[in-house]
């Protein structure tokens, strides 16, 4: 089974914010970007099936690939509670700090821990392997696919925020006889 | 600082047989295999150090890409000791069995062990990144580049083999304030 991962394309948040669960709206450069990344995609099988984040900034790049787009609340990025919406300068300095240091285990107020995340994409990504697919291409987030590298490669959940994980970026996946084996990362 | 690892292209051996340490020569595709890295490769700096196993296999390529290559043997691939150009269907059953199930720590004969690897291109990189060099090139071999992923990640070093390492493949990375930042994996 092939998984192909592929992260939303630049979105038109004002540099500085703090954004998991909001709805931001992508940049005006969508179009562009999207063909880029249609350049890196081998062509797709007849029943490849195709999985978002509901969030718009997945799914629209979803829908441009497939008219039948499955969305998935585990696919949904980081949930920063109280932080969705604020700028990083207006946030409680040392609460920052104190998630800055301790994120794996920390949630933000009324938010998510990173350890919060890999549980859910991990069950995800169970579930997808049990599908049998032959073909499967999940859109998502920054910190679901690292929060998924985690979980295949039973990293640190720390040591996952060495992958850089561009914006419209490609990763692959082989599943076959219970192992996982990452063709490429962030090409 | 930018390190780019490079694998050797594909090698003429035939198909079955043990080789790590043997010097095995190219195939003939490899003026074809060398242009296409080439276009994957980015414009590199005037002060940019080329390293190199000394296998021809690698050494090759990096005289390719430059007239001053360093040649170090903590970029030699696996020790296969007495299997060394044997084939896999030659080798003892059992003690080929052993070995594969237990290759993190167990020798071929005479041989060394992933964890012997691991420690010697451990060594290297932790060399390499004290050079303080803007930009290195490393060709090596599919074994230490899942050595050096395992040093880099503190992987279990079984789960190194997670990662697919193509002949010609190029992957790259970023060392900063002692954060290694991995761009991308076998582009």
Redesign the interface.
Known sequence: MDIYLIRHTQTAAAKGLCYGRSDIALADSFAREMEALRQKLPELAEDCRFYSSALSRCKRLADSLSDEVVTDERLLELDFGDWEGMFFDDIDAEALNLWTRHFVDVPPPNGESFTDLCRRAGSFWQELIKTELSQAVVVTHAGVIRALLTH?????PA?AF???VDHGSLHKFQYSHQ?????????
Chains 1, 2 share one sequence.
């Open positions: 295949i490669l039973k990293l640190s040591a060495q992958f850089r192992y996982t084996y990452i063709h490429y990362l962030n090409l």
